[in-house]
């Protein structure tokens, strides 16, 4: 088994300077999507420093056989006993606490955060863990899934019968998240598993896609392209600017095959 990757990223058509980052590692199977925000620049700074505390513990960890150790998890949770899941949210976690300490420490930082979506692939299938709106979906034989749920506002509103799907393109905060990297002294790192099939492609991205492009045509395009990741990414960061283009895009895919 192995994956086959390809991202882009793009400012947008509103936006005046790109705040997304993604990484792709080249030694394992394993993929990052972030989407910073905050003041002045400084949403860019925190989805970097994201990526690359991500990355880097990611590099550390590779061929560490010691047990991955968790400092922060919810009262309540129950820890995973995986070493990939506790590796991602080790990660992501870690990722948190240097942002928020940069935040506290650097004026211009201060509020500064970011969503991340990540995708860990292995034989007996992928684990995906997300904070935040930046989202994962699953494309496998012509049908395209939404892995992840929102960490917003309108999402929880939605779960709690305080509003209807239909009324969100209406409803004033549906930008608002819950739930972000660096905000906070800790975060909790929402992770799940599933079992995987041969040709499966997975697409991250930032709400800058999934917002101006619904599923049908990020169907569409999947299934097109889906043997040109590239262009593939390419495509649905055209859809993204000509449906308005109202903020920074990332699409990144990482597609399975056995």
Known sequence: MRLKCAGLTDTGMVRDHNEDNFFISSSESFVVVADGMGGHLSGEVASGMAVETISEYYRETENQTDPIELEFWPYGKKKPKSREERRLIAAITKANANIHKASTEVAEYKGMGTTTVGVYVVKEGVFIAHVGDSRCYRFRKGEIKQMTEDHS?????????????ED???FPYKNVITRAVGLAPTVEVETHFYEHEDGDIYILCSDGLSDPVKEPQMREILDKYQDDLKEACRQLIIAANTNGGPDNV??????VVY
Do not use: F
């Open 168 to 170: 969100l393109p209406s």
């Open 250 to 255: 990332t699409a990144l895919l990482a597609k």
């Open 153 to 165: 506002l309108a999402n929880e509103y939605i779960r709690s019968n305080i509003l209807k799907p």
